[in-house]
C-alpha cells in the first residue's frame, strides 16, 4: 500500500470532478487489472488530495500512484 499527498487547490471538488482526473481513476482501475484498489479524497484540513494505492507489488504500487497524483497536479491553474 502506498499513500501520496497531492497538493492542490483550494477548488478539491474541481479537481476531483475534472474529466482528467476520472479518467486517470479508471485508468489505474484499469491497470491494476481487479487485483489492488485506488482511493483519492480530498483532505477536510489541508489543500491536498490523499492518494492511496493497494497492488500485488510495489512498482505497480508506485507508479499508479505517481499516474494518479500527476493527474491531480496537472488540474492546479495557480501553480508556483
Same mark, same amino acid.
Given at each position: 500500500?502506498?499513500?501520496?499527498?497531492?497538493?492542490?487547490?483550494?477548488?478539491?471538488?474541481?479537481?476531483?470532478?475534472? @474529466?482528467?482526473? +476520472?479518467?486517470?481513476? #479508471?485508468? $489505474?482501475?484499469?491497470?491494476?487489472?481487479?487485483?489492488?484498489?485506488? !482511493?483519492?479524497?480530498?483532505?477536510?484540513?489541508?489543500?491536498?488530495?490523499?492518494?492511496?494505492?493497494?497492488? @500485488?507489488?510495489? +512498482?505497480?504500487?508506485? #507508479?499508479? $500512484?505517481?499516474?494518479?497524483?500527476?493527474?491531480?497536479?496537472?488540474? !492546479?491553474?495557480?501553480?508556483?
Amino acid at each position: 500500500q502506498l499513500s501520496l499527498l497531492a497538493r492542490s487547490s483550494n477548488d478539491k471538488e474541481g479537481i476531483m470532478n475534472s @474529466e482528467e482526473v +476520472k479518467s486517470a481513476l #479508471e485508468e $489505474a482501475e484499469k491497470r491494476l487489472m481487479g487485483k489492488g484498489r485506488v !482511493l483519492l479524497r480530498p483532505s477536510g484540513t489541508e489543500p491536498v488530495i490523499r492518494v492511496m494505492v493497494e497492488a @500485488e507489488n510495489e +512498482k505497480l504500487c508506485s #507508479e499508479t $500512484a505517481d499516474f494518479l497524483a500527476d493527474a491531480v497536479r496537472g488540474q !492546479l491553474t495557480d501553480v508556483k
